[in-house]
Structures are given as C-alpha cells and as structure tokens.
C-alpha cells in the first residue's frame, strides 16, 4: 500500500508539474505582430517575428473556431442552405475539409465527414463530425463505430433524424475549390441515403467558395504582417546580401529564397520566379544567366504562413557604375503599372462579376492610353484563392472563371502589367509586372501592407 501511495504521490506531482507549464506556457504564447494597412510600401522593411509552431497552432485554432463561429452560419442562411455535408479521405484532400482542421490534425484521418445543420429559428448551427477521431472540440463527435460499423449509415442517420430541407455536397463543373465530392464517395452515400434525401441534393459550390473567400476581422488584422514578411524577403533578395552582379544568377536568386524559407521555417505555395530583361535581349532571361549591370530584375514569391497565402511580384534595377538611378524610362515604366493598379481598384465593386471589373478597367487605362494587361486573382487560404478571376494573362475577355461576383470582405492579389517603350533601351518595350495583396471590404480597396511605387536599386559590384 506504501508503494502504491508513492506511486500515486509521484504520478500527481507529474501531472501538476506538467498543467503548471502547461498554463505558464499558455500564459507566455506569442502573437503576429499587427500592423496598418498601408498604401505606401515600407523601404528597407524589418522581417517580423516568425512564431514558433506551438504559438501559431494557437493563432491558427482561435482563427479557424472564429471562422466557423461567423462565417459558416451567415453562407448558409445566405445561400438557403439547411445542411451541408464535407468528407475527405487521408491522403485525398477536400480543399474545404482541409481549411476546416484544427492545427494539430493536418490531414483527414482514415475518412473524415463533416456536417453542418442549420435547424432555422435563429438557432446555432450545428457542427457535427462522423469520423473516429474528434478536431479539437470544434466539432461534435457524432459516431460510434461500436454501435453502428457503417461510417455511411451514420451519416445517413444523421440526415434522416434532422429532416434538412436540402442537402449540399461539393460538386462542380467550374472550381475545383467545390468539387471535392469524389465518385466513389458519392456512391456510398447515396447507397445509403432514402430515396426522399436524395432528391434533396444540391451543389454545395457556392458554399465552398465563400467560405474560403471570406476573410474575418482576426485574419484582416495579422495579414499585413504576413504581407510584411514576404516583402521583407523580397527585399532582402534583391540587394547586395544576396547578389553580386556579374556572378549570381536568376537561379541563385531563386534557391536564395527556398534556403531562407526553410531556415525560417516557411513554406511556399509555388516555386519562386526570378527572370531578367536587358536592353537587346528579346525576352526575359532565367536560369544559370548572371545577372549584370543595368538588368531590370522581376521577381514572383508568395508564401503561406497561419494559414494566409501572399503573392508578389516586385522589380528592381541593377546600377551601373556611376549610376545613382534607374533609367526614367524605366522609372516611367513602373509608374504607368502602378496607374492601372489605381484604374483596377477604383472599379471594385459588390455585385459586379470579375469579367465586369476587368472591362471597365481595361477600357478606362486603353483610354488613358496604357497598355495594360490585368490578371488578378482572390487570395487567401489559397495563393490563387477562391472567388470570380478577374482575366488571364493569356486571355483579357470575358471567362468563366471571372463570371462570380465580387463580395466584400475579401482579399486580392492586385497582378498586372502594363507595357512601355524605354527610350534609353533604344525604345525596347518592356513588360513591368506588378502584384500586390490587397483586402476590399465592400467600400474599398486596400493595400495590406503597400505596393511598390520605386524600383528597388542593387549597387553594382566593387
């Protein structure tokens, strides 16, 4: 019985020590740091404080119960939706049910079902997850495999028990952001389902896409700061730490940014981008090209951090000796993009579809007599988000793809260019990318954190 009671004494002090650091490290959890909006781009920009991943598993979870606490019900009143039905399958992401896991569960586990259930009258929507592993209280676990072994016939319980009016599931022919109903997933469930619910399905694509359109007032509040970092990073590559003109080149650049990335403990949605124009070069240089004095540098870099993408693409110039500026027509260049920016915002509004902005746009800068090019894009949980495009590089008329209308509180990455002949480059067109995250609540559009208005400079070698 001593022996026992010792044991016991020493497992209690254990767990008292363990809740003790775990309240103290509870107490000492770090936030993003929270910056303005901004339309001016900071020079020379500090790189702010990466969290460890303890700390943004806690930014992450309070972010994504805030999301499913507002967002979930307001789309589903919105769209006359009584129940909506999401399922994934480990190794086979849903894109939606992935944006709906807790920190600590980063893929589906065996197959996850989640449900949501409007029961009307005001009431709160219920969250429900058929799966055999619960998400971190933010969902109600509501099967046991002991009692009933068909995961489908759960599901099928549930719906029969709830009479929904409707029943969605993602299925699209447009986005696969609301096409994650698979084949084979689908005809379980209808094997499942009575004859009456299943003539109450319907597309749950709309649905899927404003719930990752949508951004809430915590994600407008820390996403500066991501924009921030991108920036920071950006600016870090195009300066002399990084180049050496005349030995480094487009490659360098490019891996520079993967290496510090994965020293940050970062991760990039896309590879980054880095090319070079130069006077007499016919098209944009890559690759093992080195990069030299009086090159034009372009750069695309997004990352993804606590679950918020950015997407940039910035220009800098390369001084020759003796230089103290660019070119003024590259300088004129890059001021012309940034008057198709100004153009493109200005005709932001809800209600109207991306392939309506992107007319009006087009007409007003052809008519100020610029050369535009607009592809831009919704961003957020996705690099290119959910949410109507607004044009293509390779196609600047009505799509598709830009048929959905634009809604407030959401975020864009503002990608375009406008061409320019240099009259120092022996009148040499030349395409000044630019891309810059904004956020549109309804009234205006924002910068999150700037654009850039001046070609960075990178001094020539010693």
Known sequence: MTRLKTILAVALTAMLSQLTADVRA????LSPPILPMSETEQA????PTILPLRDRAVVIDRILQERLDTIIPQIMREQGVSMWVLMAREYFEEPVVNSMLDARS????????????????GQPVERLTVSRYGLAGLFE????PDEE?????AVADIIAERDPANIAINFSDLTAFGDGMTLSQHRAMIAALPATYQDRIISGETLAIRWLETRTPSEVEIYPGIVRIAHALIDRAFSRAVITPGE????????WYREELSRLGLTPWFHPSVGI???GAETMLRGDTAIMPGDLLWTDFGIT???LSTDTQHLAYVLKPGETEAPEGLQQGLAASNQVQDILMSHFQTGLSGNDVLARARAEAISEGLDPSIYSHPIGTHGHGAGPAIGFWDNQDADPRGAGLINENTAWSIELTSYSAVPEWGGQVVDFRTEEDAFFDGREVRFLDGRQMELTLIAPAD
Not at 141 to 144: D, K, L, Y
């Open 26 to 29: 509870s107490a000492q959890t």
């Open 44 to 47: 020379l920009p500090a790189l």
């Open 106 to 121: 980063m893929a589906a586990r065996r197959r996850t079902i989640l449900i949501f259930f409007d029961p009307g009258d």
């Open 141 to 144: 676990p509501s099967w046991n």
């Open 149 to 153: 072994p068909d995961q489908w016939q």
């Open 248 to 255: 480094t080149t487009a490659d360098d650049v490019v891996w």
């Open 277 to 279: 124009q130069r006077e």
């Open 305 to 307: 951090y606590l679950r």
